[in-house]
C-alpha cells in the first residue's frame, strides 16, 4: 500500500489553502521534492535518461503547444542572487513570517512569496547540481533547505544524502562557501507552493541555474547591487576576476573593471579584494534588494 509521509500530507494541506493552486503544480512539486537528484541531473543534461525527456518534451510542446502569455519556465523556477549578509539573514530568522515581494525584487510573474513556517528548521542537502557532475566541486553538502514542510519533506526521503542543522551551523556553511568564491541565491518556485524554500550555493561549473542563465533562459535575477572599484585602492591583481561566477570583471589599463551587464551584484569579489578597492553599491536599473523583515530577526 502507497502511504504518504506526514511530510507530504502537510505538503498537500499547504497546497489546498493556496487558491486556485493547479493539481499539475501538486505532483510537480512532490516529484521535484521527492526525486531532486534525477529531476536535476535531467535539467542539467548529465542524466542518462536527459536526451529522452527533451525528446517527449518536445513532442509535447509540439502537441500542445503554450498558450500566448503562458509563463516561461524561468518564470515558474528562479534564484534571486543574494550577498552574504542576506543569506546570513534569511538562516537567522526567529519568527514565523509572510513577504510577498514586488516585482522590482523578484521580476518574475510566479513564486515571490517567503513564507516561512518553523524557519528555524534547516536541513543541509546533498547538492542536486553537484551530485550530477562527473568532477564535482566539493564538499557536496551545501544546499540549504530552509522552513516547513520542506525541510522535512527532503529529511525524510533522502536521509542519506541529507542532515538537521542549526541556524549556526547554516551560518558556517554559507561562510565557507562564501570563501570558496561560490554565489549565494534564494531560490523559489511555483511548484514548491509558490514560494522561496531553498539558499543554494552555487558555482559556475556545476550549477545549472547559472549555466542557463548564460545560454539565454534568464532564471536568476540580480540582487539590486553592482560591483564599484576604487581605482585608488585597485593594485590590478586580477584576483577578483579568478572569484566572479558570472564572468564580470576584467583587467583593464591596470584596474579592475566591472560589465555591468554581466554583474550580478553576489559580492564574492568584494569579500576576496585583499586592498578593500571593491563594494557593493545599489543599482536601480538591476531592480531591489531581497529585504528581510527586521522584526522576524
Not at 493552486?21 to 535539467?43: D, K, S, T, V
Amino acid at each position: 500500500m502507497f502511504l504518504l509521509r506526514p511530510s507530504v500530507k502537510t505538503f498537500l494541506k499547504e497546497a489546498n489553502r493556496i487558491p486556485n493552486y493547479p493539481l499539475f503544480e501538486r505532483l510537480h512539486g512532490y516529484i521535484y521534492m521527492r526525486f531532486p537528484y534525477l529531476y536535476i541531473g535531467i535539467g542539467t543534461g548529465e542524466h542518462p535518461l536527459a536526451p529522452l525527456f527533451r525528446l517527449i518534451a518536445s513532442l509535447v510542446t509540439r502537441l500542445f503547444p503554450p498558450s500566448p502569455g503562458s509563463p516561461e519556465f524561468a518564470d515558474t523556477y528562479h534564484g534571486k542572487v543574494i550577498p552574504l549578509e542576506t543569506a546570513r539573514q534569511l538562516v537567522s530568522i526567529r519568527e514565523e513570517i509572510r513577504v510577498s515581494y514586488p516585482e522590482q525584487v523578484i521580476p518574475y510573474k510566479l513564486a515571490r512569496d517567503l513564507i516561512l513556517q518553523n524557519p528555524d528548521h534547516i536541513v543541509v542537502l546533498d547538492c542536486p547540481c553537484r551530485v550530477s557532475r562527473q568532477h564535482p566541486c566539493l564538499p557536496l553538502d551545501v544546499c540549504l533547505i530552509i522552513g516547513e514542510p520542506f525541510a522535512s519533506m527532503v529529511i525524510e526521503h533522502h536521509p542519506k544524502r541529507s542532515r538537521w542543522i542549526s541556524q549556526k551551523e547554516a551560518l558556517n556553511i554559507l561562510e565557507a562557501e562564501e570563501s570558496r568564491g561560490h554565489v549565494h541565491h534564494a531560490f523559489f518556485k511555483q511548484a514548491v507552493l509558490g514560494r522561496f524554500y531553498a539558499i543554494c550555493n552555487c558555482c559556475s561549473c556545476c550549477c545549472g541555474a547559472i549555466q542557463a542563465h548564460r545560454y539565454g533562459t534568464p532564471m536568476l535575477a540580480s540582487s539590486g547591487y553592482l560591483s564599484y572599484v576604487n581605482e585608488d585602492l585597485c593594485i590590478g591583481c586580477g584576483t577578483c576576476n579568478d572569484y566572479c561566477q558570472f564572468e564580470a570583471l576584467s583587467l583593464e589599463n591596470g584596474y579592475a573593471k566591472v560589465d555591468t551587464e554581466r554583474c550580478m551584484g553576489c559580492g564574492v569579489c568584494v569579500s576576496h579584494c585583499s586592498q578593500g578597492a571593491l563594494s557593493l553599491i545599489i543599482a536601480p536599473q538591476k531592480g531591489e534588494p531581497l529585504q528581510i523583515p527586521t522584526k522576524a530577526l
